[in-house]
């Protein structure tokens, strides 16, 4: 298998876990919380919150307000999509 092809197996498997969540529990299945998981599975290692923005801007073309992201990441933690890490004083994220 590819490395193009693990990629694209790994997002299909974490947005099935999102969507199966957004259903269970009536939440909104947004474009922006798509758009997001995409993104951060596509950085390659950790990343902040200003980093993930800028990403779905350039890549995507789809700004997004910092409550946003942060209230997002905070739903994939929950889901384990997504791991926080504190360094120094800067909190990153990685897929």
Known sequence: MKTSEKK???YSSVECI???YLTVNNHRKT???F???KAVYSINGHFTL???GEKLVADHKFPVSRATLYNT???FMEL???I???FQGTTKYEA
Do not use: G, Q
């Open 8 to 10: 694209n197996s790994v």
């Open 18 to 20: 999102l969507n199966n």
């Open 31 to 33: 474009p922006e919380r």
């Open 35 to 37: 758009a997001i998981l």
């Open 50 to 52: 200003d980093e993930l």
């Open 73 to 75: 990441l905070n739903l």
């Open 80 to 82: 384990r999509l997504v």
């Open 84 to 86: 926080r890490h504190r």
